[in-house]
């Protein structure tokens, strides 16, 4: 009987890992990259997070909208491409909006305000599709506009700059660029939870309805 020789076992496992690495990285993700985050939003889920906002906006395309119930200098001031300003937000907007769109999102002040302004929804327009945006546009805005290597210690994991590239393009002007591409892009981004330092170690998951401070920036 041949005797299995460890030292050669080993060696090959070495060489097996550093290939698979090497091919990971031509490809431009990882092993932890293959699993797919979990981005859909579920229809009686009301507060989705920025990951799953964005990937509902860029599957269902003109048939999600993003509804701003915000005052018009905040509205102004910084708002979601595409969204748009509802300040009277009442039974009759909305059924003007559920018979445009499948899906709407509405952003407030607080989380407690668009949990509150979904449920009149429902009230309004049983059946139709609503959810809120947790964290509101200040959720957005650290994730997608403000420039977080400035704010981390820490360098960009591989892949996210060019991910964060290719959602802002897709979402930018989506009838011009790649929907699945711009997908696999975002869940990227939301695997790698890529973000300023001062949040990865202070903010905590908050329950629906506590106000979050504003930050410097103007993004509402």
């Known amino acids: 009987m041949t005797r299995f020789n ?7 496992l070495v060489l097996f890992a550093g290939s698979y690495m090497v091919l990971a990285l031509e490809k431009g993700h990882t092993a932890r990259g293959e699993i797919p985050a979990d981005l859909t939003a579920r ?3 009301h507060g989705i997070d920025v990951w799953k906002t964005a990937a509902l906006l860029i599957r269902e395309g003109d048939r999600a909208v993003v509804a701003d119930v915000r005052s018009r200098k905040d509205f102004e001031t910084y708002h979601l491409p595409g969204s748009v300003h509802v300040p009277e937000w009442d039974a009759k907007k909305t059924g003007e909006l559920s018979g445009r769109y499948d899906s709407i999102v509405l952003i407030a002040d607080t989380d407690e305000e668009a949990l509150k302004r979904v449920r009149e929804a429902i009230g309004w327009q049983p059946g139709r599709t609503f959810h809120y945006l947790q964290g509101g546009v200040r959720g957005w805005y650290l994730d997608f506009v ?4 400035l704010f981390n210690d820490k360098k960009p994991p591989y892949g996210y700059e060019r991910a964060l590239a290719t959602v802002e393009t897709y979402l930018s002007a989506p009838e011009k660029n790649d929907r699945k591409e711009a997908l696999e892009a975002l869940s990227a981004l939301a695997r790698l939870d890529y973000r300023p330092a001062g949040l990865l170690q202070q903010e905590k998951p908050q329950p629906s309805g506590t106000k979050r401070k504003k930050i410097a920036g ?3």
């Open 6 to 12: 460890t030292k050669v076992g080993a060696i090959v």
């Open 43 to 45: 229809k009686l889920e």
């Open 146 to 149: 403000l420039p977080v290597p």
């Open 218 to 220: 103007g993004c509402g």
